[in-house]
């Protein structure tokens, strides 16, 4: 069976809130040092005494985000979540409400930037919170039905 990657939050007990990953993220990923251009986050849970969730993509298959944008920006990933083309984006926004979990964050000229699953954050976190799992792929809904050859 197919496997792949996704980024999980598996030990978030241990965050200190230092956004160590967003940073690395915009800075890595979408080559702009801005919180605002992030694909994680972190938030507070209520308060520094409650700890801190991180808040990336959850690998949605199939992905909401992808089926409500326009101009296929936004496709499915095989092994959830979205591959983004930002050249076919015209920043209409229609991806982020469609978001289950509010995990795709509009800058304020409304580009989306939401988590690819590419694990360029994980080793920029100190207290080893985040990590990439393997996932089986599951065909993608225009795939489905058809027959794959051994």
Request: hydrophobic fraction near 35%; glycine fraction near 8%; charge should be neutral.
């Amino acid at each position: 069976m197919k496997t792949a990657k996704i980024l999980t939050t598996p030990r978030m007990e241990r965050c200190i809130g230092c956004h160590s990953c967003s940073l690395a993220c915009a800075r890595l990923v979408n080559k702009r040092l801005s919180w605002d251009t992030a694909g994680i986050r972190i938030v507070s849970s209520g308060g520094l005494s409650t700890g801190f969730e991180a808040k990336p993509c959850l690998a949605c298959n199939p992905a909401p985000c992808a089926l409500a944008c326009p101009t296929g920006a936004f496709s499915q990933r095989k092994g959830g979540g979205v591959i983004v083309k930002r050249k076919l984006c015209i920043q209409c926004g229609d991806c982020a409400p469609a978001c289950p979990v509010d995990a795709i964050y509009l800058d304020t000229t409304t580009e989306p930037f939401v988590c690819i699953h590419c694990g360029q954050c994980v080793p920029f976190c100190p207290h080893d919170c985040l990590e990439m799992t393997e996932v089986p792929v599951e065909p993608l809904p225009e795939e489905a039905g058809k027959e794959v050859a051994p």
